[in-house]
């Protein structure tokens, strides 16, 4: 159960998010009172060390084959967790003591809310216990045990921090997997102010693509993509695929669809026709909901020259721009917005509505662990 806290406590949460694109963790502090952002301090990323991104890979992509070694890999990234956050207290000099809670994601090895089935590995217990700092850890569980979809779980960040735009406004998220925030008036609780959804694939395809023709981890900066020519009939086929037809809210598992379409492509092709097939699903969501004055993009894609260009040309008339341009920190956005659902948990707020992941009614969540009373608990 969790600790509750007063309703207008200004808590001090650090933020640790494990993306689907399985490159590392991002740790960021933040302080709120779970409705506002009142301050966010200092961030960091820690890579993932080559041996445990490949075990944490294979358990993602071939869950069936090595769903023994989740124990294991769980722990191993509970201790990587551990590693960013005492690297983050010696940045910031804090104590322990200065932090109220730890807003643990984990990582998604598996996402079936039709089966209503999501697992993040990582133990809670471990690191509250290493950390010396309480945890609140499973935020989806809740909604997907109640019917939800249990993502996208960041929009009713992005909601708070775009409570001084000017509406309507879209934030997109490219991280493995690509979901949209449709913000029409300031809401942060209540539902008739925002939608959200996956809207379509992220990095994942072209991350795997990349790494499977080159070695490399990702097309940085799009430069493989951005010197393809993208097979249109490929793309157009992806897009019949029966989950754009559905309304939203909908999520998607990171392997939901099949990058192997383009293995009869050159590589600079198939990088460029699973970039525009990322593209056209994201921005033919959007359309849908209406036209936004501004697209501000988050995640690793911002960074993508060719998803940017892709996007600017399918959204004539739409400001595109990475969230940096609002003062938002892209790398470290859904970190803070785990350390913000953290104080959320711990107040017993919703952390989803069903306007964001079709949970039947506004949904609280997360699983409360203690902080050790000593060391020597740990």
Known sequence: MNQAKPDDAVLTAIGLMSGTSMDGI???????????????????????????????????MHLDRYRNDAAAVGREITLAHV?????????????????????????????DPAAR????????????????????????QADVAAGGQGAPLVPLYHAARAASLEKPIAVLNIGGVANVTWLDHDSV????????????????????????????????????????????????????????????PKSLDRNAFDGSVVAGLNTPDGAATLAAFTV????????????????LVCGGGRLNRGLMAGLVAALPGVEVAPVEA???????????????????????LPLSLPSTTGVPR?????????????ASDA
Not at 35 to 56: C, D, F, K, N, W
Not at 83 to 91: F, G, K, R
């Open 26 to 60: 991002d740790a960021a502090v933040i302080r709120t009172d779970g409705r506002s952002v009142l301050q966010v301090g200092a961030a960091l990323t820690i890579p993932y060390g080559t041996a445990l991104r490949h075990r944490l890979g294979r358990l993602v």
């Open 83 to 111: 590693e960013a956050v005492e690297q983050l207290l010696a940045a910031t000099g804090f104590a322990p003591a200065a932090i109220d809670v730890l807003g643990f994601h984990g990582h998604t090895i598996f996402h």
């Open 117 to 140: 089935t999501t697992w993040q590995i990582g133990d809670g217990d471990l690191l509250a216990a290493r950390t010396g700092i309480s945890v609140v850890d499973q935020f989806r």
């Open 189 to 248: 609780d209540g539902e008739d102010g925002i939608i959200a959804f996956d809207c379509g694939p992220g990095n994942a395809l072209i991350d795997d693509f990349v790494h499977l023709r080159t070695g490399r981890p990702y097309d940085a900066a799009g430069t493989l993509s951005l010197s393809g020519t993208a097979d249109s009939g490929i793309v157009s086929r992806l897009l019949e695929n029966p989950y754009f037809a559905l309304p939203p």
């Open 280 to 295: 056209r699903a994201a921005a033919d969501a959007i359309l849908k909901l209406g036209m936004p004055r501004k697209l």
């Open 326 to 348: 609002a003062g938002w920190r892209g790398d470290a956005l859904e970190a803070e917005a785990f350390g913000y659902l953290a104080v959320r948990s711990l107040k017993g």
């Open 362 to 374: 506004p949904m609280p969540g997360g699983v409360y662990h203690p902080a050790p009373k000593s």
